[in-house]
């Protein structure tokens, strides 16, 4: 079955563990710990992303991953900061690596993931999410033949399978698909800012 219509198929918990697990592999661009979104999945063990637990642990995360990001805090407003005449725009564009474009995309999923998720808006969230993660992977992706993308659309598609398939039972297996990804991508992050130095 295609990654369109597992999402299309999932249930709330299913959407809820997909987006989640897009954000996760994609927290060593915004600065934070591996365990930064545990509590997360774990309101999701424990009911699924209904009531106050996930709200509240999104929350506390949204704050954590704030305050490790110094890239997160909002720039000068358009037109308030020196050299923003004719021009301007293009080269702020030129200067922006895959990295911030990245970044920013990390940051967004976690901006949107919804407070209050009811299945519409975890599905929004769900598909935006892997859309994006798919993204941020091919940003980073050096080679020509992709292998970052097609290992990033596996993960994708394990995850939601895995919780159609076994429903709260495969957490922890999706999980455990998640931290291989966020290891990688760590990974790539790390070698590519020692090619910068």
Same mark, same amino acid.
């Given at each position: 079955?295609?990654?369109?219509?597992?999402?299309?198929?999932?249930?709330?918990?299913?959407?809820?563990?997909?987006?989640?697990?897009?954000?996760?592999?994609?927290?060593?661009?915004?600065?934070?710990?591996?365990?930064?979104?545990?509590?997360?999945?774990?309101? $999701?063990? @424990?009911?699924? !992303? #209904? +009531?106050?637990?996930?709200?509240?642990? *999104?929350?506390?995360?949204? =704050?954590? &991953?704030?305050?490790?990001?110094?890239?997160?805090?909002?720039?000068?407003?358009?037109?308030?900061?020196?050299?923003?005449?004719?021009?301007?725009?293009?080269?702020?564009?030129?200067?922006?690596?895959?990295?911030?474009?990245?970044?920013?995309?990390?940051?967004?999923?976690?901006?949107?993931?919804?407070?209050?998720?009811?299945?519409?808006?975890?599905?929004?969230?769900?598909?935006?999410?892997?859309?994006?993660?798919?993204?941020?992977?091919? $940003?980073? @992706?050096?080679? !020509? #033949? +992709?292998?970052?993308?097609?290992?990033? *659309?596996?993960?994708?598609? =394990?995850? &939601?399978?895995?919780?159609?398939?076994?429903?709260?039972?495969?957490?922890?297996?999706?999980?455990?698909?998640?931290?291989?990804?966020?290891?990688?991508?760590?990974?790539?992050?790390?070698?590519?800012?020692?090619?910068?130095?």
């Amino acid at each position: 079955m295609s990654l369109v219509d597992l999402i299309a198929q999932a249930d709330e918990r299913g959407l809820a563990a997909s987006g989640l697990a897009c954000l996760d592999r994609c927290v060593p661009l915004l600065g934070g710990d591996d365990e930064v979104l545990r509590p997360l999945w774990s309101s $999701l063990a @424990d009911g699924g !992303a #209904d +009531g106050d637990a996930w709200g509240e642990r *999104l929350a506390k995360a949204r =704050a954590e &991953l704030d305050s490790a990001d110094p890239s997160a805090a909002p720039g000068p407003a358009p037109g308030s900061a020196p050299g923003s005449g004719p021009g301007a725009e293009a080269e702020t564009e030129a200067s922006v690596s895959d990295e911030d474009r990245a970044a920013a995309l990390a940051r967004r999923m976690l901006a949107t993931a919804p407070d209050d998720p009811c299945a519409s808006a975890l599905r929004a969230w769900a598909d935006a999410c892997s859309a994006a993660a798919l993204q941020i992977h091919r $940003l980073l @992706d050096v080679a !020509a #033949d +992709g292998p970052l993308v097609a290992a990033e *659309l596996r993960r994708q598609v =394990a995850v &939601l399978e895995l919780l159609a398939g076994r429903g709260a039972g495969g957490l922890r297996p999706a999980l455990e698909v998640s931290t291989e990804g966020r290891r990688v991508l760590r990974a790539v992050v790390s070698r590519r800012a020692r090619g910068r130095s």
